[in-house]
């Protein structure tokens, strides 16, 4: 797969995490979800955001 991708440029990584704490109190199970895009050669954030799930 790496070898590859020096042939198309840098790779993409996308992540998805649910932050507990960060949602509503009164529904259970009810987290902030966050979609990151991350560039992994540069170190860099492309984009995140909020989903609803």
């Known amino acids: 797969m790496q070898e ?4 198309i ?9 649910a932050i507990r704490g960060a949602g ?5 199970h009810s987290f902030l979800r966050i979609l990151t895009a991350y560039a992994t050669e540069s170190g ?3 984009a995140q955001s ?3 799930y």
Request: glycine share 8%.
């Open 4 to 7: 590859n991708a020096k042939d």
């Open 9 to 17: 440029g840098e790779l993409i990584a996308v992540n998805g995490k």
């Open 24 to 28: 509503k109190k009164s529904q259970a």
């Open 50 to 52: 909020a989903v609803s």
């Open 44 to 46: 860099v954030t492309l």
